[in-house]
Nanobody, 123 residues
Framework: QVQLVESGGGSVQAGGSLRLSCAASGYTVSRNSMGWFRQAPGKEREGVACITSSGRTIYPDSMQGRVAISKDNAENTLYLQMDSLKPEDTAMYYC?????????????????WGQGTQVTVSS
């Protein structure tokens, strides 16, 4: 059974930073694509950052330069470093994984999801 557990969310001031973690169980982080997604109230879920087994990263234009996705294969953990946070970044952030490698950073192909961790950015 695949389990993804996010942590590291919280409340920060605009311009601040957060580092989210996703601990995976029943799934090997190094094998297939994983990603971070977010969803704010009244909005659709959107991709924040994705990464393939080879380490190729995918970022939406809106996130370029502000986020960095990485993974520690030894710890079987996925990370998301977020800098220069803005109030519009406020959302529930989810870790996700899929059964195959590559692809884009859309939420639909992802099969496994964590419970989410709340990120709140105040102005």
């Amino acid at each position: 059974q695949v389990q993804l557990v996010e942590s590291g969310g919280g409340s920060v001031q605009a311009g601040g930073s957060l580092r989210l973690s996703c601990a995976a169980s029943g799934y090997t982080v190094s094998r297939n694509s994983m990603g971070w997604f977010r969803q704010a109230p009244g909005k659709e879920r959107e991709g924040v950052a994705c990464i393939t087994s080879s380490g190729r990263t995918i970022y939406p234009d809106s996130m370029q330069g502000r986020v960095a996705i990485s993974k520690d294969n030894a710890e079987n953990t996925l990370y998301l470093q977020m800098d220069s946070l803005k109030p519009e970044d406020t959302a529930m952030y989810y870790c996700a994984a899929k059964r195959w490698d590559g692809g884009d950073c859309r939420p639909n192909p992802y099969n496994y999801w964590g419970q989410g961790t709340q990120v709140t950015v105040s102005s």
